[in-house]
């Protein structure tokens, strides 16, 4: 069981590899050599995990959405509606380096999906989850008063994905825009829900 272990431990380590490289040098700077390097591998050894350039960005796609996923499902426990809200949408946005890279993994994997299939389709899932997931939210926040009963949650849902995408984006991008500004951005059209 352990062998089992070591290998997702090292297919992780791998994708982090990338998202280092990526961080450094964009993705020009991800080549199968590069990574084997930055990981600490032969090329042969990598290429054992991961057959072919796109196996590996896809896992690196996958990885960055699920550690995404683990960390807003993680303020679940939040008592208060608009408080759990505001902390699962805000790990969308680049508020501290953790986040800031996400952002920046996801944007760099996703400008590179239209190259790699797999990667295009997980990004395509990803949308889809992430639209479900804004759905989901916001009939929690009208179940407890806080979307007025006249909003459609599918167009309010879609809002939302474009508002906090545009956010995001704008505050990794700078001046004028923050992090900070981008999360009162959010925080300010959730309010604009209420009824």
Same mark, same amino acid.
């Given at each position: 069981?352990?062998?089992?272990? *070591?290998? *997702?431990q090292?297919?992780?380590?791998?994708?982090?590899?990338?998202?280092?490289?990526?961080?450094?040098?964009?993705?020009?700077?991800? &080549?199968? !050599? *590069?990574?084997?390097?930055?990981?600490?591998?032969?090329?042969? &050894?990598?290429?054992?995990?991961?057959?072919?350039?796109?196996?590996?960005?896809?896992y690196?796609?996958?990885?960055?959405?699920?550690?995404?996923?683990? !960390?807003?499902?993680?303020?679940?426990?939040?008592? #208060?509606? !608009?408080?759990?809200?505001?902390?699962?949408?805000s790990?969308?946005?680049?508020? *501290?380096?953790?986040?800031?890279?996400?952002?920046?993994?996801?944007?760099?994997?996703?400008?590179?999906?239209? &190259?790699?299939?797999?990667?295009?389709?997980?990004?395509?899932?990803?949308?889809?989850?992430? !639209?479900?997931?804004?759905?989901?939210?916001?009939?929690?926040?009208?179940r407890?008063?806080?979307?007025?009963?006249?909003?459609d949650?599918?167009?309010?849902?879609?809002?939302?994905?474009?508002?906090?995408?545009?956010?995001?984006?704008?505050?990794?991008l700078?001046?004028? #825009?923050?992090?900070?500004?981008?999360?009162?951005?959010?925080?300010?059209?959730?309010? &604009?829900?209420?009824?």
């Open positions: 069981m352990p062998k089992v272990l *070591d290998h *997702d090292r297919r992780q380590e791998i994708a982090e590899a990338v998202w280092r490289l990526i961080m450094r040098d964009g993705m020009s700077g991800v &080549s199968v !050599r *590069d990574v084997a390097a930055e990981a600490n591998l032969s090329t042969g &050894s990598l290429r054992h995990m991961f057959a072919t350039k796109t196996d590996l960005l896809a690196s796609m996958q990885l960055v959405h699920a550690r995404l996923g683990i !960390r807003v499902r993680a303020h679940v426990a939040i008592a #208060d509606p !608009r408080e759990r809200a505001l902390a699962m949408l790990e969308v946005l680049p508020l *501290d380096e953790v986040r800031r890279t996400q952002l920046i993994v996801i944007l760099s994997l996703t400008t590179e999906a239209p &190259s790699h299939p797999a990667v295009q389709e997980l990004t395509r899932q990803a949308q889809r989850e992430t !639209r479900q997931a804004y759905v989901g939210l916001l009939e929690y926040l009208s407890k008063g806080l979307v007025a009963p006249h909003l949650i599918e167009l309010e849902a879609v809002r939302l994905h474009a508002l906090v995408d545009g956010a995001a984006l704008h505050s990794l700078g001046e004028p #825009d923050t992090p900070d500004s981008a999360l009162k951005v959010v925080t300010d059209h959730l309010d &604009s829900l209420a009824p």
